[in-house]
């Protein structure tokens, strides 16, 4: 069995004292010299590294630390794996990065040492059968690629800003696209489109990658990947309570738009989320048991269709399209450049989190299920058993520690709320923050990670949640249980969310959505974190729908399944009109 050492190393002088403070850059460049003035002590060399992991504060600076760490160690015959971790702070203060390299310890000097670069453990080594409407002329070889060069920011397999432009916000998947552009307007993603084309390839829309693994369990030799997230912008018009988002815009930017208007958005738990993707999915808020589905709120959307024309999606043009999109995702369809919401009038809001050790969640779960039968539509909570690394950047009372947590939103006075949150409080719990917060406050309630992060997850949508289906989770994740498990999660659902609305996705079937997340730093990692969350989600199998939701569903999954039966043949009729021969390549398909 082959063991490693962990070498970290930060921006020092000899005498240990921090240099280069608040500039991200030149901390990694010193890292890097570091790093391998500490491997020279140990008669190694770069290639004897298997793994690097980037600790970082600013989550923005991602990529580019990550390809100068993919361009250093581009000299040497084995690039290892890079992994992002964001982090809440680092010490000591003004510590923008650190790294931590491990280093296979039976390994020689110089011999080649790892997996391939940022491989996962499940990746795909064979190619599925073609789809039903799978263009078959597809040529993924370039001989020419001096049209999809000129269409705008495209790099290509060898090109120094491959590595980068192609790694996703989920950094266990790796995309290996026949080349990756990088668009700045509609018109650039339209002439890329055009030219991405007329060579036989296909087009894969993404925005931040966060549910990327599924799209790369197919091949994407013979595509090229449309990341948006340079195309970005918000502007609100308070009257009408609307916001037009383009293509690439994160949920922390709409969010900060609106505050000042006293609107808010149904955005989800976390604010480096992109629009579109999560909006045209589906769309799961804290606001969501009140106001429904984020999809039943897009007005508009303005996407690039096959042949390279911008298009408009409304109630007055291509009404059939915008039934589609809501709910059906943008990926089957065409690039989106924009997207048009419905904002809704809230300035305020009672949010916040309760907090136990995770002995207690036997009690505080079967708490939470009963008391979640007789909520008002007002409140949307969900339930996480969570256990967290014993990392030094963490808040202390995080910090390597399993915890049972409560978080949410309740649309109601401060009173009504004290009222509805009585029962839950008097389980004492150690941490109480529910308050009244501006909303723009609560993208931050979940605790999402701060930046990209490498993981595997597990899902399902459950018709009900007695005290068989809590011995259930609490078997497999509750205290005492050895898993690699980042967290289990219930969100709460029904109220607005069961209505029937005028959309592909008119509703999500089911009381309780489930999610599992277990961290995948390493393919030994992910293997056994695919293992752990598949395990929860076969406990609660019994009480499963069995239908899909997308915006949960990071694997491939029964993409009929997250919709009715007439609306699954609606929306694939209505692929077939708008992309007759497959050109798009979505993570979750629309095919038949």
Same mark, same amino acid.
């Given at each position: 069995m082959t063991t490693t050492t962990t070498i970290e190393t930060r921006s020092v002088d000899d005498h240990g004292e921090l240099m280069h403070a608040d500039d991200a850059t030149a901390q990694l460049c010193l890292s890097l010299v570091r790093l391998e003035a500490a491997l020279s002590t140990r008669g190694l060399g770069l290639a004897s590294v298997s793994q690097v992991r980037i600790h970082a504060i600013e989550p923005r600076t991602a990529s580019e630390l990550v390809e100068l760490v993919l361009e250093r160690f581009g000299t040497v015959a084995t690039t290892p794996v890079v992994a992002w971790v964001g982090c809440a702070r680092l010490d000591p203060p003004?510590?923008?990065?650190?790294?931590a390299a491990d280093v296979p310890a039976d390994r020689p000097t110089g011999r080649p040492a790892?997996?391939?670069?940022?491989?996962?453990?499940?990746?795909?080594?064979?190619?599925?059968?073609?789809?039903?409407?799978?263009?078959?002329?597809?040529?993924?070889?370039?001989?020419?690629?001096?049209?999809?060069? $000129?269409?705008?920011?495209v790099h290509l397999p060898g090109d120094p800003g491959y590595e980068a432009a192609t790694m996703p916000w989920n950094l266990?998947?790796?995309?290996?696209?026949? /080349?990756?552009?990088?668009?700045?307007?509609?018109?650039?993603? /339209?002439?890329?489109?055009?030219?991405?084309?007329?060579?036989?390839?296909?087009?894969?829309?993404?925005?931040?990658?966060?549910?990327?693994?599924?799209?790369?369990?197919?091949?994407?030799?013979d595509a090229v990947l449309v990341r948006m997230h340079e195309f970005t912008g918000v502007t609100v018009d308070p009257v009408a309570r609307t916001a037009r988002v383009l293509?690439?815009?994160?949920?922390?930017?709409?969010?900060?738009?609106?505050?000042?208007?006293?609107?808010?958005a149904l955005h989800g738990s976390a604010g480096d989320?992109?629009?579109?993707?999560?909006?045209?999915?589906?769309?799961?808020?804290?606001?969501?048991?009140?106001?429904?589905? $984020?999809?039943?709120?897009?007005?508009?959307?303005?996407?690039?269709?096959?042949?390279?024309?911008?298009?408009?999606?409304? $109630?007055?043009?291509?009404?059939?399209?915008?039934?589609?999109?809501?709910?059906?995702?943008?990926?089957?369809?065409?690039?989106?450049?924009a997207v048009e919401l419905d904002l809704i009038p809230v300035a305020d809001v009672v949010a916040g989190m309760l907090l136990w050790d995770l002995s207690r969640g036997p009690e505080v779960a079967r708490a939470w299920s009963r008391w979640t039968a007789g909520l008002p539509e007002s409140a949307t909570t969900s339930l996480r058993f969570m256990r967290f690394p014993p990392d030094p950047a963490m808040p202390p009372f995080l910090r390597g520690r399993s915890l049972v947590v409560v978080d949410g939103a309740i649309l109601e006075d401060d009173e009504g709320a004290a009222e509805l949150l009585a029962p839950l409080r008097a389980l004492d719990p150690e941490?109480?923050?529910?308050?009244?917060?501006?909303?723009?406050?609560?993208?931050?309630?979940?605790?999402?990670?701060?930046?990209?992060?490498? /993981?595997?997850?597990?899902?399902?949508?459950?018709?009900?949640?007695?005290?068989?289906?809590?011995? $259930?989770l609490v078997g497999v994740a509750g205290p005492g249980v050895e898993i690699p498990l980042m967290f289990a999660e219930l969100r709460h659902l029904g109220g607005a969310l069961a209505r029937p609305a005028?959309?592909?996705?008119?509703?999500?079937?089911?009381?309780?959505?489930?999610? /599992?997340?277990?961290?995948?730093?390493?393919?030994?990692?992910?293997?056994?974190?695919?293992?752990?969350?598949?395990a929860v989600a076969a406990a609660l199998s019994p009480w499963s729908t069995g239908g899909a939701f997308l915006n949960f569903a990071d694997r491939e999954v029964a993409v009929a399944s997250a919709f009715g039966a007439d609306d699954w043949e609606r929306l694939v009729e209505v692929r077939r009109e708008v992309d007759p021969d497959g050109v798009f390549a979505a993570a979750h398909p629309i095919e038949g």
């Amino acid at each position: 069995m082959t063991t490693t050492t962990t070498i970290e190393t930060r921006s020092v002088d000899d005498h240990g004292e921090l240099m280069h403070a608040d500039d991200a850059t030149a901390q990694l460049c010193l890292s890097l010299v570091r790093l391998e003035a500490a491997l020279s002590t140990r008669g190694l060399g770069l290639a004897s590294v298997s793994q690097v992991r980037i600790h970082a504060i600013e989550p923005r600076t991602a990529s580019e630390l990550v390809e100068l760490v993919l361009e250093r160690f581009g000299t040497v015959a084995t690039t290892p794996v890079v992994a992002w971790v964001g982090c809440a702070r680092l010490d000591p203060p003004g510590t923008l990065v650190r790294l931590a390299a491990d280093v296979p310890a039976d390994r020689p000097t110089g011999r080649p040492a790892g997996p391939p670069t940022r491989r996962p453990a499940d990746a795909p080594t064979h190619r599925p059968a073609d789809p039903p409407n799978r263009r078959t002329d597809m040529n993924p070889s370039l001989t020419d690629t001096s049209t999809l060069r $000129a269409a705008g920011a495209v790099h290509l397999p060898g090109d120094p800003g491959y590595e980068a432009a192609t790694m996703p916000w989920n950094l266990a998947v790796v995309q290996r696209p026949a /080349a990756v552009a990088i668009p700045r307007s509609a018109d650039e993603v /339209a002439r890329v489109v055009a030219a991405a084309t007329a060579l036989g390839l296909r087009i894969a829309p993404q925005g931040t990658g966060h549910g990327a693994a599924a799209l790369a369990a197919r091949p994407l030799d013979d595509a090229v990947l449309v990341r948006m997230h340079e195309f970005t912008g918000v502007t609100v018009d308070p009257v009408a309570r609307t916001a037009r988002v383009l293509g690439g815009t994160l949920w922390r930017d709409v969010v900060a738009a609106a505050a000042p208007h006293g609107l808010a958005a149904l955005h989800g738990s976390a604010g480096d989320v992109a629009v579109a993707g999560y909006a045209l999915g589906g769309g799961l808020s804290f606001y969501g048991r009140a106001h429904g589905l $984020a999809s039943s709120h897009v007005r508009a959307v303005e996407l690039v269709t096959a042949d390279g024309t911008i298009v408009r999606a409304s $109630a007055d043009e291509r009404p059939e399209l915008l039934w589609a999109l809501r709910g059906g995702g943008g990926g089957s369809f065409g690039v989106v450049v924009a997207v048009e919401l419905d904002l809704i009038p809230v300035a305020d809001v009672v949010a916040g989190m309760l907090l136990w050790d995770l002995s207690r969640g036997p009690e505080v779960a079967r708490a939470w299920s009963r008391w979640t039968a007789g909520l008002p539509e007002s409140a949307t909570t969900s339930l996480r058993f969570m256990r967290f690394p014993p990392d030094p950047a963490m808040p202390p009372f995080l910090r390597g520690r399993s915890l049972v947590v409560v978080d949410g939103a309740i649309l109601e006075d401060d009173e009504g709320a004290a009222e509805l949150l009585a029962p839950l409080r008097a389980l004492d719990p150690e941490i109480d923050t529910f308050a009244r917060i501006p909303a723009a406050g609560l993208v931050d309630v979940h605790m999402d990670p701060p930046g990209p992060v490498p /993981a595997v997850s597990d899902h399902a949508l459950l018709a009900e949640l007695p005290d068989a289906a809590i011995d $259930a989770l609490v078997g497999v994740a509750g205290p005492g249980v050895e898993i690699p498990l980042m967290f289990a999660e219930l969100r709460h659902l029904g109220g607005a969310l069961a209505r029937p609305a005028d959309g592909a996705l008119a509703r999500l079937d089911g009381a309780y959505a489930l999610f /599992a997340a277990s961290p995948a730093p390493t393919p030994e990692m992910a293997a056994a974190g695919t293992e752990a969350t598949s395990a929860v989600a076969a406990a609660l199998s019994p009480w499963s729908t069995g239908g899909a939701f997308l915006n949960f569903a990071d694997r491939e999954v029964a993409v009929a399944s997250a919709f009715g039966a007439d609306d699954w043949e609606r929306l694939v009729e209505v692929r077939r009109e708008v992309d007759p021969d497959g050109v798009f390549a979505a993570a979750h398909p629309i095919e038949g």
